[in-house]
């Protein structure tokens, strides 16, 4: 019998033209859920035509029973720290098991995906805080090449050891990855970022990094940002390199 905590079917916004041709997997942050994310879906994708055949995936954090969350909200277990994070060396002590169940759910997600015809290169695999860093995690993971990945405001989890969890094929070396943070982030200091980027630039991973200048840690911020999630989301499509 499964162990993994159970977990709410993810929020599915189907595409504006009908037409199924991409899919936007969205991951939520530290205290919010796939709903969060809906409204500010259904208004940025009435912006950019590019998205018109874009069905996107909100996914919700799973329901720990108190006794295993140790009081904490189910979508902290992955950090012993969620609070506040102002450095790479202050991420010691995340929840490996968390963070592996939830990458394995994400798969998940990017398989049934490829099982209804979707390309590969066709997904786009996003996330804001919290959810930026399962994004990072599960897409250079994947054993899939994926279009691209867009983590906002966000960090390299297990960063010590992530390279150990690499397929040997690492099919998503090339894979562009957006990493956007506010300079005057409270959550997870604008340094953290920096190093994060570094660390996966000098493995050898392709990063565009962008610098929101006096962005705090605030989704409701970002969303509206037009080279934010949804905007590079679509500008992926559009064929960046």
């Known amino acids: 019998m499964s162990t993994a905590p159970a977990r709410e079917d993810p929020l599915v916004l189907s595409p504006i033209s009908g037409q199924h041709t991409a899919t936007v997997i969205i991951i939520h942050g530290f205290g919010d859920s796939g ?16 998205l018109d055949d874009v069905k996107f995936i909100l996914p919700h954090a799973p329901n720990i029973p108190l006794s295993m ?3 904490r909200h189910p979508d902290e277990v992955l950090t012993s720290s969620p609070g506040r994070l ?8 995340e929840h490996v098991s968390g963070v592996l169940e939830t990458q394995s759910y994400i798969h998940s997600l990017i398989q049934a995906e ?12 996003g996330g804001f805080s919290q959810g930026g860093a399962i994004s990072i995690f599960s897409g250079l993971t994947a054993p899939i090449k994926l279009g691209g990945i867009v983590a906002l405001s966000c960090w390299v989890l297990l960063h010590e050891e992530f390279l150990d969890y ?7 070396k090339d894979t562009p990855i957006f990493m956007g943070h506010g300079d005057q982030d409270w959550r997870i200091e604008y340094q ?6 570094e660390l ?17 840690h605030s989704a409701r911020i970002y969303i509206y940002i037009s080279n934010g999630l949804l905007g590079e989301s679509a500008i992926l499509f559009a064929g960046r390199s």
């Open 35 to 50: 709903h969060g994310w809906s409204s500010a879906v259904e208004h940025i994708r009435r912006r950019h035509d590019r």
């Open 69 to 71: 969350a140790n009081g």
């Open 86 to 93: 102002s450095s790479l060396s202050a991420c010691q002590g």
């Open 114 to 125: 490829t099982e209804a015809g979707i390309p590969p290169e066709r997904i786009i695999l």
């Open 166 to 172: 690499i397929p040997d094929e690492d099919l998503n």
């Open 192 to 197: 953290v970022a920096i190093d994060s980027a």
């Open 200 to 216: 996966l630039e000098k493995a050898g991973y392709n990063i565009a990094f962008h610098r929101y200048r006096q962005v705090f």
